[in-house]
């Protein structure tokens, strides 16, 4: 999923049934924006990538280009060092 990280809305979308792509788009950027400024408001400069782990599965996010976050929802299981790196090459497509 592409998300602007301005106004949370989605951009591009591929998603399993049952997903609400608009709540999800609005959380991330919500997350993005609020990490981002705690991230640089300490020093530690932009955020790369965020992992978020959850009960039933993982959000995983990526700032893609200006204004783009990257939004991938996986399992628990998934190798997240391997997504990282797919979602980066799709990152760098982007810019």
Do not use: C, K, W
Not at 27 to 40: D, F, K
């Amino acid at each position: 999923m592409l998300v602007s990280v301005d106004d949370g809305l989605t951009v591009a979308e591929a998603l399993m049934e049952g997903i609400r792509g608009h709540a999800l788009a609005a959380l991330a950027a919500s997350l993005a924006n609020r990490l981002g400024r705690a991230a640089e408001a300490s020093g530690v400069g932009r955020q790369r990538f965020l992992h978020i782990a959850a009960e039933q599965g993982m959000l995983l996010l990526l700032p893609a280009s200006d204004g783009l976050l990257l939004v991938v929802i996986a399992d628990r299981d998934v190798n997240v060092g391997l997504t990282r790196l797919e979602m980066q090459r799709a990152g760098g497509v982007l810019r």
